[in-house]
Structures are given as C-alpha cells and as structure tokens.
C-alpha cells in the first residue's frame, strides 16, 4: 500500500506548479486578442485581391510547363523570381533543383515549412486556359499549387516579418513522386537547427478549405521487394530444383503474413505485382524473380513486415532446395518510411490552421495507406503533414485532377499562421 507523506504531498503541488505553468503549456494557450490580431493581419494579406491574383498567376505559371523529378528548373527558376522580388533571401541549388528560404532573424530557432515542386508523367485531360503546355506531363497531384502556397506564405511572412519568433525555412523540394527529393534535401543539411516541420498537401476528398490531419500514424510506410530464386536446370524432376515452384510457395505464403500473423486494427498491405520466368515447355528455368509492394503504419509495424517478408520468402525457398535473394533497394520505388505526425506540433498546426478556417472545418483525418516522401522530414524532425480539401472531384494522379484556386490563400494562410503562431502565443 502506498502512504502518502509530505515529501509526496510536495512533489504533487511541484508537478501541478509545472503543468500550469510550464511554458510549452502555454505556447498552447492562445490569446483571444492575439489569436485575433495575428489572424487578421495574416488573412487581410491573404485575401487581398493582387496577392489573390499573384498566387493564382504562380500556380497558372507553374501548371502550364510541368516538370518531372529533378527537372523542375522552370519551376526553380519561378520561385527564384518571386523570392527576389519580395527580397527573401535563399539558396539555390540544394540537390539539383531545390531552393531553400529564410525570413526572419536568421538566428533559432528555425521553423521549416515544406512544399513539393514535382509533376506526373501524366496527359493532362481537363480543357481550360492554362492546360498543360508539355504533352505526357501534367500536376496532377497539386504541387504546383504547393509551390504557390508556400510563396504566398513567404509574402505574408515577409511582410509580418517583426511578429516572427523564429526564423522560418521555406523548403521548395523536388523529387517528390520519385521518393527520393526530401532525402537529398536532408542530405544538404537543409534541416540542421530546425526544431519543427510543416508540411500541407491538397486533398480531394475533404470539401474546399476544409483541413485534415491526425496525431502520430497518419500515412502508410511503402516499400518494394524483388526476389530472385535460383534452381537448377534440368529434365529430370527428382534431379531438378525447381524455382517455379519455390516461387509459388512463397507467393502463397506471403499472403498469410496479414491474414495470419498482423492485428486485423493493424492495416498492412502486401501485394505480389510481379512474376517473372523463362519460358518453355520442357524446360524448368534456372531463376525465377518475384516482387511486389508492402505498406504499414508506424515505423515498427513497418520494419517488423519488411522482416517478416524476406523471412517468408527465404524458408519457403529453402523447402524447396532452392536459393533466394531478396532486394528491398528497389531503385525505380524506394522505400518511403510512414508519415507519423508528432503530437505537440500537431496540435499547434491544428489551432493555427483553425485560426485560419475556423474549428467547424478541422477534421481528424483518417489513417489511409498512401505514402509521401516528406516522411522523411519527420524522421529527423518533429512536424506534421496536414490535407487541405481542394474541391476536385477527380483524385490526385488522374488526367481530369482540378483543383478549385480559391484553396491558395487559404493555405498560403495556414503555412503562415503555424510559423507566426510557433513561440508567439
Ligand atoms: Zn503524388
Ligand atoms: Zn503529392
């Protein structure tokens, strides 16, 4: 039995002492009157009709000429542009394409605001003034409206500069749909100092302005996997390691790892998308190679499936007298880790975007097994990955996406509010 003494008794008013008046607390206490000042100065920018206007030519600008991973020179070259006029500061190149911002002190602590610049090898289908002009590219999966987004964000910010508590690092990132962009950034550094991340992706499937997210697993880890198995050629079956064999064993065993061995509340995914064997009647093929694709959520239900694969595939193999090697590299898919938000940033991201929007139009998301490399951010960094509604009625990837503009200065308005509201409030 536990007595309570007055050591105890101390303890327990020190904890509340801390709880009410530990200053991470009330960096989430806002301010009416200061919630409202910053919430008006930030939209009076926003909704001004030339920022208006601004935004949308940039998001014109950029759909118009798409560019693929790595090739977002236009797109780079725009972005540059509009830096300088406004009279932001930045770096140019980091990996390849990327530009990277700062406005504020240029001392910590830093706050990163994140957009993707990368288009889809996809034939634009919609008909309207500002189509496509390169044929088989298209955005059509929003991050030209990312780009315009984050540059909006940049002129209120700049603008409001003397209200900033940290000093914001505005990361235009390429590569994104290749899975490869955010990782290179990292690698140039661009995160070093940063203590928070934000990043802001369009969505179809919320109503216009409408914003969406959740605390800890959000989005799926994606991986690819390739196995080679190797038998033996030969006439003769009791002589012959047969790989085609091996290979189906495996398939079928692969399947029992989610049905079988995962929490059903657990949502896993692993798909066989791939098989592949030499030909011929009378003949066994000396290799068979398989591959396919696993997503989980969270960083252990993830590596713990990846594990579980290869395992699967090198028993089942072994059955059958044959030899595997099992890839996960998968240069063409690389491995994406989940996007698992932090739940501290994702609750000043939650009350800064409502500052914007409004609480009517905050939804808690649901988990869904889409991946976005911006994962990678949040392995480094404690941030958050939020959805803002569009109103497109076709889904991202499709040759009809569209998305309604009036979404810009909502969300050049939320990427400002989490910078100005980090340490403010
Ligand atoms: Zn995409
Ligand atoms: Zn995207």
């Not at 406005?103 to 496509?132: C, N, T, Y």
């Not at 909006?152 to 235009?172: N, P, S």
């Not at 009791?238 to 065993?253: E, K, N």
């Not at 590596?303 to 996960?328: T, Y």
Request: aromatic share 8%; with cysteine; glycine share 6%.
């Amino acid at each position: 039995m536990m007595v309570l003494n007055n050591h105890h008794v101390r303890l327990v008013l020190f904890l509340i002492f801390l709880f009410f008046f530990n200053p991470t607390c009330l960096s989430f206490n806002f301010n009416t009157n200061q919630t409202s000042s910053l919430r008006n100065q930030i939209l009076e920018i926003a909704n001004n009709p030339s920022t208006v206007k601004w935004i949308k030519n940039i998001r014109r600008e950029i759909h118009e000429y798409p560019e693929l991973a790595y090739e977002e020179f236009k797109t780079s070259s725009v972005i540059r542009r509009e830096l300088d006029n406004l009279g932001v500061g930045y770096e140019w190149p980091v990996a390849k394409t990327g530009v990277v911002a700062k406005i504020g002190s240029g001392f910590p602590p830093f706050v990163a605001l994140r957009a993707d610049m990368d288009a889809l090898p996809i034939q634009e289908l919609v008909d309207w003034d500002h189509k496509s002009k390169v044929d088989g590219k298209m955005h059509a999966c929003a991050h030209d409206a990312h780009v315009a987004m984050l540059l909006g964000a940049a002129k209120i910010l700049q603008e409001m500069k003397d209200k900033l508590k940290v000093t914001v690092v505005l990361i235009f990132q390429p590569a994104e749909e290749r899975g490869v962009g955010a990782k290179d950034m990292i690698k140039e550094n661009v995160l070093d100092d940063v203590e928070a991340v934000f990043g802001l992706h369009l969505a179809t499937q919320y109503p216009l302005g409408v914003v969406a997210s959740r605390p800890g697993d959000f989005l799926a880890g994606c991986g690819s996997f390739k196995a080679k198995i190797k038998g033996d050629l030969a006439r003769i079956p009791h002589h012959c390691l047969d790989p085609i064999l091996a290979a189906s064993a495996s398939v079928i065993s692969l399947q029992n790892i989610v049905s079988r061995e995962v929490d059903p509340l657990d949502s896993q995914v692993v798909s066989v998308a791939m098989i592949r064997a030499v030909p011929g009647h009378e003949l066994i093929p000396d290799s068979v190679t398989f591959g396919g694709t696993y997503r989980a959520f969270g960083k252990k239900s993830f590596n713990a499936l990846r594990q579980r694969i290869e395992e699967v595939i090198k028993a089942q193999v072994e059955v059958h007298r044959c030899s595997a090697e099992v890839d996960f590299i998968g240069k063409e898919h690389p491995t994406i880790p989940p996007t698992t938000n932090d739940e501290r940033i994702y609750q000043l991201a939650k009350q800064a975007s409502s500052m914007i929007v409004g609480e009517e139009n905050i939804k808690l998301a649901q988990t869904f097994t889409a991946s976005e490399d911006y994962a990678f951010f949040l392995e480094k960094v404690p941030g958050t990955l939020f959805l803002l509604g569009c109103g497109s009625i076709y889904s991202a990837h499709s040759s009809h996406f569209f998305i309604d503009e009036d979404v810009l200065p909502i969300g050049a308005a939320i990427h400002a509010a989490f910078a100005l509201s980090y340490h403010s409030l």
